[in-house]
């Protein structure tokens, strides 16, 4: 799926973003219209440079991973487990992070929750690997 590091080869050809403070400076100019109704959630092609150990919130049942750009801008990935689906994708997500694997390329959902941008994943590339994995599988 990846042709080079600049571009998703895809139906949609998302730009793969290695930026992350450009992307909330986007992110905040769709919000310019009304500040108040943040726009729906955007799908996003990220280029991750580090990731950090996951981390479980059993209280508000979310389960949360740092991710990092090559300038060390931090965005969190995160699922709220509300179902037996979004569970299956922490456990498996969690697994590659034991078995030492760490992502390099993230298609997911970009949103705003609160004052904080997060990423919600739905399929990534890890480190020294061609294959993307689809979480929701």
Request: glycine share 6%; aromatic share 8%; proline share 7%.
């Amino acid at each position: 799926l990846i042709e080079s590091d600049s571009t998703i080869v895809s139906e949609t050809a998302l730009p793969l973003r290695t930026d992350f403070a450009s992307l909330r400076a986007d992110y905040a100019r769709t919000m310019q219209g009304d500040p108040l109704l943040p726009p729906g959630p955007q799908a996003v092609v990220l280029k991750i440079a580090r990731t950090e150990a996951p981390v479980f919130d059993s209280v508000n049942q979310i389960w949360s991973q740092p991710l990092y750009d090559a300038a060390g801008q931090p965005l969190p990935a995160r699922l709220l487990l509300a179902n037996a689906a979004t569970a299956a994708m922490q456990k498996r997500l969690d697994r590659l992070w034991r078995q030492g694997k760490h992502w390099d390329v993230c298609f997911g959902w970009l949103s705003l929750r609160g004052t904080e941008l997060q990423l919600q994943p739905v399929s990534l590339r890890c480190v020294g690997e061609g294959k993307w994995i689809q979480l929701s599988l």
